[in-house]
Structures are given as C-alpha cells and as structure tokens.
C-alpha cells in the first residue's frame, strides 16, 4: 500500500467517483441538449433531466450521510481513547472546544505529537490544514470511508 501522507490522503470511490457520476452527469447533458432539440417532447426532457438531477443529489447525499455520520462517531471515540489513554485524562472537556473537523485533523498525529497537537489547536485556533500540516510523522488511515 502506498505511504500515506497530507498530501495524498483524499480517497476516492471508484464505481461512484469515476463510473456512476460521469454517467449521470452524461445523462444530464444529453436530456438538457435534448429539451432544445425536441421543442415538441420539451415538458418530457425537463422531466427527465429533473429526474436525473435528483438521482445524482439523492445517491450521493444517502452515501455520504450514512457512512460520514459513523465514521464521525467512531473519530470521535478513536480520540477520547487514544487521548485517555495517553494522558489518563479525559478528552470530552478539550472535545467541546474543537470542531469535529480539527478532531478529525488530529487524528493523523502519532502518540508522540498528539497531546502538544491538541493544546496547540485550541490554543491557536488551528484549522484542520493547519493541524494536518502541523504533523511530523503522519499516521495513516487507510480504513476511511
């Protein structure tokens, strides 16, 4: 597998990235072309290309919101244990004044990096880049959704 770091770890999809959207958004332009080429079948081709349009925000709204909102809480429960579990302290206190973006950014720390990560983005307000950036020895995740 290869080294993951800040610069590759966006992960695509392939069957809805790179065969389901380019074929939806296909199907989108040619029923739009078609809505002018057939003014007598006009009423019909918006439909479709409404339909279509729907299709497309519906699949990608249902996939991203299931997998996103566990994935979010297993984040959330991955940190306030490796954060226990380095410091014997809890983590919900510090969880409270971080976005779930910046938790999720920290994540890439190794143990080593991650109590000093943390202090600093609240401390200095980082955004989830800078923390991403702010890491020396990136952690892989290759089990995202």
Do not use: C
């Amino acid at each position: 597998m290869k080294m993951q770091n800040y610069k590759n770890h966006v992960r695509y999809y392939a069957p809805h990235h790179f065969v389901f959207y380019p074929v939806i958004i296909a199907l989108i332009f040619i029923s739009g072309s078609f809505i002018s080429r057939y003014p007598e079948q006009q009423v019909i081709w918006i439909a479709i290309t409404v339909l279509f349009i729907m299709v497309m925000w519906l699949s990608y709204m249902m996939r991203q919101h299931y997998a996103l909102t566990l994935q979010n809480r297993v984040v959330r429960l991955e940190m306030r244990f490796r954060y226990y579990r380095l410091t014997n302290n809890a983590f919900e206190p510090l969880e409270e004044k971080l976005s779930f973006r910046q938790i999720a950014a920290l994540r890439f720390a190794p143990d080593e990096e991650l109590p000093d990560l943390i202090r600093r983005a609240i401390n200095e307000n980082l955004d989830p880049s800078q923390i991403k950036a702010s890491v020396k020895n990136w952690v892989p995740d290759h089990m995202r959704v």
